[in-house]
Each structure stands twice: as structure tokens, then as C-alpha cells.
């Protein structure tokens, strides 16, 4: 349900709210005010449905956010998700809402806490989905929410555990303590898969702080922490705690991260056999060929250091030719390699009933060529590339390699059907100009819709075409070298010739003397 700021609405909707008829509220940017928040939690009192409600730019201030927390830890209502960004919230908010989000132990889905309230326990109603983006949380804030002092409580042996799934701070100014803060209480979140940071001026020393407490996140997926200021040394740090933690999306776009932090990242992706990465966003940094290179290795190394990435932004770097060139040839080598060998058919043996193999015993003699394939499901290719926003990367290369992403999708979708395998054609002009030769002879799918007849002998006409271009490129190379070795030989010619002339006045003076 959507509520404006009029305020006839607005008690129209407290009183559908108190009636229980409402399980889904949006005040998003109607200014209600605290005295509206106020009001707000009166009406919850008489709640059981309510699930999510978004406050969004709201204005409710401190004081409606204090209102709001103690009817929700009274147990009033059930909201699990709460968006409360952009209100003007600090250290009194957080105070607030921290009492919120923390249990002795997990609650179910409805997040209702299954034991009895006291003084210093956890609340009545807890919530999973926490939402605080664009508000003024600093370190002390930070720390108000999730420090383990706060959740221990009095007279508490262990600290409670914060009940959080999603958590978005973007747009505060933790900075590297607020970071430190976060990465501390990542182990009392055993819920946690999604933690957005985005804009919260974290440095190097708080993405190392994060990164060395990733293991601890069993459960976190999702990890943005786009336009902070991480720079290599945070990217490093990252990527040698990726191989040990469960994160499938790392977005690190507006980091000043260059080649130094793309190739710890790149090294990270085959560092474990079975990566859990699946989408890395490293848009408007400072990535030149060096660094594209070597995320290109990740993605074309054979199984089993074959990464498993499905989605990569290099928008907005420094990538040149070269780097182009090599993704091209990565994005060929994801698609082709080849598949494991099917079972191979064991011989019979002569008893009819052989004696039972342990299962260590099989698994341990077990040949290569008897080696279980790879499931369809489990295959993993590269689906998106984005290359746009380098100065010397064209449309051209873009287009390229979206056609033969969509055959890396193709052959996906091909593989998990079980359909056959279609027949193999030569790759387009578009893709001939991106590849080089070893690359082309891997390609083995159609990047066009035309017929095979008719592409063939276009290609044959592009490449006649290149060739003829290379080789009036060397004539003119060719004649520019022999021009410039005739000048050579007439200065050559005329220093010989002064050098003389010096030698015979030198002579004739040293006869007069």
C-alpha cells in the first residue's frame, strides 16, 4: 500500500493499520514528520499483519524512530523489513533500532521471537530486511548497532546473535571505524547475505579489516562496496580472503583499483577449485591492459583452476587494444573447452558376483577416463562482459562480444536441454577483427543468424580484404625504411666530405707552422 502526505490519507491509513487490514505499507517521501511516527507506532499497537514497512525519506527524525522501536520491541505488529534511509538518523537512531535486531537464537519466518521479554533480553519482534542508506551513521553509530558490548546485555555470559538477512548502510560516513565495527559482528550474523556499503568512505585499512572477517560470514552472497576508496590494497586483501568465504557478488566499481588489485582478483578466481564468485563489478577504476590480461587467464584457465564467473564490468577504465584482444580470446576459450570424456564402459568381470569395493577404495582407483562428467547444471560460462566507457575500446568490440556471449548462453541452455550439438562454422568479421588466430581456431558456434554459404564466403572476403590491408601496410613501411636509409647515406656522404676538408686545412696549418 502507498500512502501520500496528505494528511486525511494519512489517518485513513493508521486506521486501516489499526484495524489490521494492511500488510505492506509505503510512506516513501510523504513527510510525516516524528509527530507522524508517533502516531504511526500507535496504530501498530493494534497490527498482527504488517510485515514491511518502508519510511523512506519520511522525515520521522529520532524521535519518530524511538517511538516506532519501542512498540516493535513490545512485540506490536511483525515487520521484518524496515526501510527507515534517508531520515536524518545518527547515534540516537541507531540506539533505537539496535535493540531490534538481536536474539538468543534464530526466529522463523515470520521473525517472531519464540521466548519470554525480560528487562535486558531480546525483543518480542525482531527484524531481518534493515535498511538505513543515506542517513548520518558514523563510527560511534556503527558501533551502536552491532557491537558485541551492546549485545551482550547484563548479566549475559555470550553476546546475542543480530538477526539480520539484508543490511544497506550506503551513503554513511562509516569511514575505516564504522567498517571495523561491521567486520567485527560479521561472525554473529548467521543470517547475513547481503551487505551493501556503497559511498561510505572506507579506506584500505577498513577493507582489510572486512576482508579478514569474510570467513566468519557464512552466509553472506552479496557484498557491495562500490565509490569508497579501497584502492589495491583493499582490493588485495579481498581477493586473498575470496577463496574462503561464500561471496557471489562482489562490486567494487569507483575504487581507484589498478592492475595491482585486478590481478590479486584474477589470481583469487582459480585459487579454488570450485569458486563461489559469479559476479565481480570493477566499473570506473583504474584497470589497464595489465590487469584485463590477467582477469582474462582466470577466465580462460582449463578446469579445474577454470573460474566459474558468469557476469564482469571493466565499464570505464583504461583498457586498450590488447586487453580487448584478450578477452576476446578468454570469452572464446570459456565457451570451447572441452567437456570431460564420457564414462568409459568397464570391462565384465568373470565372476558373477564380484566382491564389494569400499568407497574410499573406488574413488581412490578411479581412472580418468571413468571419471563422473560434469553436470549441465554445473557448468559455468561467461554471460556478460562490459567493456563500454574506454577511450579505446569502439562499439565494434562491444557488439563482438555480446554475440558471442549470447552463444555462451545458447550453449548453456543447449547443454541443460540436452539438445545436439549444433555444427560448427567460422566465426564472423566482427569477431575475425577481435580474435586472434589460435582463438579462432577454437571457435567453434555460430555468432550470426545468416546462412553458413553465405557468411563463408563473406568471411573469405573479409579476411582477403585484412590481408590486402596488412600487405599495403608493409609496402608502405617498406618504402618509408629505404627513404629514410637514402637520406641516411647522403648525410653520411656529407659529413664524410666536411670531415675531409677538415683534415686538409688542418694540414696546411700545421705546414705553415
Known amino acids: 500500500m502507498t500512502a501520500a502526505s496528505s494528511p486525511a490519507l494519512l489517518v485513513t491509513t493508521l486506521t486501516r493499520i489499526a484495524a489490521d487490514e494492511v500488510d505492506a505499507l509505503s510512506l516513501r517521501d510523504a513527510t510525516i514528520n516524528a ?22 525519506n519520511s522525515a520521522i527524525g529520532e524521535g519518530g524512530m524511538e517511538a516506532l522501536a519501542i512498540v516493535m ?72 548497532l552491532v557491537s558485541a558490548d551492546l549485545a551482550a546485555g547484563l548479566g549475559r555470559e555470550q553476546p546475542l546473535l543480530l538477526t539480520l538477512r539484508s543490511l544497506a548502510l550506503s551513503f554513511n560516513p562509516l569511514g575505516d571505524g564504522g567498517a571495523r565495527a561491521l567486520g567485527l559482528a560479521l561472525d554473529r550474523c548467521p543470517e547475513l547475505h547481503t551487505l551493501q ?58 575504487n581507484r583499483v589498478g ?57 570505464t577504465n583504461r583498457l586498450g587494444p590488447a586487453a580487448v584482444a584478450a578477452l576476446g580470446d578468454a570469452v572464446v576459450s570459456n565457451k570451447c573447452v572441452a567437456a570431460p570424456p564420457p564414462r568409459a564402459t568397464a570391462p565384465r568381470s568373470s565372476s558373477r558376483n564380484p566382491p564389494p569395493l569400499s568407497r574410499a577404495h573406488s574413488r581412490a582407483h578411479r581412472s580418468p577416463l571413468t571419471a563422473r562428467p560434469l553436470s549441465p547444471h554445473r557448468r559455468r560460462y561467461l554471460l556478460a562482459l562490459d567493456v563500454r566507457g574506454n577511450k579505446h575500446v569502439d562499439a565494434s568490440a562491444q557488439l563482438a562480444f555480446d554475440n558471442m556471449l549470447s552463444q555462451n548462453a ?29 582463438a579462432q ?10 546462412g553458413v554459404v553465405e557468411r563463408g564466403a563473406e568471411e573469405q572476403m573479409a579476411l582477403l580484404e585484412m590481408r590486402a590491408d596488412e600487405m599495403g601496410s608493409l609496402r608502405r613501411n617498406l618504402e618509408e625504411l629505404r627513404f629514410a636509409q637514402t637520406e641516411a647515406s647522403g648525410n653520411v656522404a656529407q659529413l664524410q666530405a666536411k670531415a675531409d676538408a677538415l683534415e686538409r686545412a688542418l694540414a696546411e696549418a700545421r705546414s705553415t707552422a
Open 35 to 56: 509527530s507522524g511516527g508517533t502516531a504511526l507506532a500507535q496504530a501498530l499497537k493494534g497490527n498482527r499483519n504488517l510485515t514491511s514497512l518502508d519510511l523512506y
Open 73 to 144: 520491541y513490545d512485540g506490536h505488529g511483525r515487520v521484518t523489513t524496515l526501510d527507515v534511509g534517508s531520515n536524518e538518523l545518527s547515534l540516537s537512531g541507531a540506539m533505537s533500532l539496535a535493540c531490534l535486531i538481536r536474539t538468543e537464537r534464530l526466529t522463523g519466518p515470520t521473525g517472531q521471537w519464540s521466548g519470554e521479554a525480560d528487562d535486558f533480553g531480546p525483543p518480542m519482534q525482531v527484524v531481518h530486511d534493515l535498511r538505513l542508506s543515506r542517513n548520518y551513521f558514523d563510527k560511534q553509530a556503527c558501533e551502536a
Open 197 to 254: 556499503l556503497c559511498g561510505c568512505e572506507i579506506g584500505e585499512e577498513g577493507g582489510e579489516v572486512l576482508a579478514s572477517r569474510l570467513h566468519a560470514a557464512r552466509s553472506l552472497t552479496h557484498l557491495d562496496l562500490g565509490s569508497n576508496a579501497l584502492a589495491d590494497g583493499g582490493a588485495r586483501a579481498l581477493a586473498s580472503a575470496l577463496p574462503h568465504s561464500r561471496v557471489a557478488e562482489l562490486l567494487l566499481s569507483s
Open 259 to 315: 592492475d595491482g588489485g585486478a590481478c590479486a582478483l584474477a589470481l583469487s578466481l582459480i585459487r579454488r577449485k570450485n569458486s563461489q564468485l559469479r559476479t565481480l563489478g570493477l566499473s570506473n577504476n583504474v584497470i589497464s591492459d595489465e590487469g584485463a590480461a590477467a582477469l582474462a587467464e582466470a577466465i580462460s584457465a582449463p578446469p579445474p583452476q577454470r573460474c566459474r564467473l558468469e557476469t564482469l564490468s571493466l565499464r
Open 410 to 438: 545458447r550453449e548453456r541452455q543447449r547443454r541443460v536441454s540436452g539438445a545436439p550439438k549444433t555444427l560448427p562454422v567460422q566465426p564472423n568479421a566482427a569477431a575475425k577483427k577481435l580474435l586472434r588466430a589460435h
Open 441 to 450: 581456431d577454437l571457435y567453434g558456434f555460430d555468432v550470426g543468424g545468416r
